[in-house]
């Protein structure tokens, strides 16, 4: 597993660049505005822990990255005293000058506006060129629907949309009465979901449109095997873009070309390749009429199933010959929609993770392991993907140090606000305190994130691997020639 990512260099770098960068920038917010204030600046740390390398600038300041990259900090003894989380100060605190109301919160509050500026400015370059996505990721009608899945607690399950009576080519429309405009929406409303049954079983609404008909639907979602949380068992529709037809084939011999799209087989819709799949496996001895489109034109075709080798160990399996196209369009979203998805996105999962009627835990979330990972995997698929989920990560930053909790921004802030409100400050003491005690739960939230990260890790390298080993048995497809 390790030698497989330590293989791809370039997605590394990125991983480094990307994630480093917005801490950076969160950190130079605050560094920027303490020097604006007046404040006296002592270190610049990307991580904390012990110093790895670094310099010191002509005002003094030690720019450092440490040991443990689990964010960064500028040392700022006016703030608060946070000797016992950023290492001791060259100036004692109280020998400098107290800092106004408005010097507290202009600098607390900057790091987060500069994640946001950060996020802007991404969100701008994906406006202008583009990114790219799958017609599959824009849909919200199904495509699919599974009928067995497996439980959190190992049993087999039937899929929850089968149980319901949804079918392929159903368009969502809401989930639990909130609209829906994407896939992502869907999945998201779904797992984040709050509904129960009277027995306290998940429970979620649905909205769709059948035959022009709106309807509500009535789902009890399984608890995913893997990390509890809700699934319904449906896929986006995906449509069935002839990308090339192989030489010889059923496929060819009835006259398919790239470009075609199938409609529909034997008089039944399709909305997913893997609908047709099924089909031919199942009737890998009858002939399928096709119901085809190619430019304004429609026709129909009748395409006899092949048995073919597909393994070195001689497998077999009926197959029509083509090779499917991922259709894709450049979708231009400005930059202050960007920003207010995630920022939507960020507060539905700080919901629900806070909220008594979700299944979504400490454990959904994702620390600096799973979160380079996520970075890692998709800088394999291009540089606007990385740049996309970079929009989210800043806006999750902002919101996540906004909050009011000691040792974050939000906690200086409501200290801040604490001791004008009282007209004298807050005990040393108390603050010390609670910053001790939060930076000790902090830690123990990270272990027990990481454990979680390296398992999701783990799973994704294994999966891969098995792909990876079954496409090395793979043969080449051959037709027969008559």
Known sequence: MLLRILSDPFAILLVVLFFGASIFVHEWGHYLAARWRGLRIERFSIGFGPKLFGWKDKRGVDWRVS???????????????????????????????????TDKMTVAGAGALFNILFALLLGTVLWVTGLPVSAQSESTTIGYTVDSMTDAEGMERQGPAVRAGLQ??????????????????????????????SNGNPKTELTIRRDGERREVTLFPVLDEHEGIRRIGIAPANPLKVGAVMEHSPAEDAGLQAGDRILAANGEPLYHTSALSELIRENPDSALKLAVQRGEEKRSVSVQPEEVVYTEGGDKTPMIGVRWEQVTSLRHIDPFTQVADAFTLTLNVLGALVHPRSDIGISNLSGPVGIGYTLYVISQIGILEVLSIVVLINVNLAILNLLPIPVLDGGHMAFATVERLRGRPVSPRIIASAQGAFMLFFLAVFVYVTFFDVGRVARNESAISEAEEAAQQRVPIEFSED
């Not at 443990?68 to 989380?85: E, K, N």
């Not at 290492?87 to 000058?97: D, F, H, K, Q, S």
């Open 168 to 197: 392929p080519g159903d368009v969502i429309v809401a989930v639990d009465g909130e609209e829906v405009s994407d896939w992502e929406d869907i999945v998201y409303a779904v797992t984040t979901g709050t509904g129960r049954s």
């Open 67 to 101: 040991l443990f990259p689990l964010g960064g900090y500028v040392a700022l003894p006016q703030m608060a005293d946070m000797r016992g989380i950023e290492g001791e100060n060259e100036a004692p605190r109280e020998a400098l000058p107290r800092l106004s109301y």
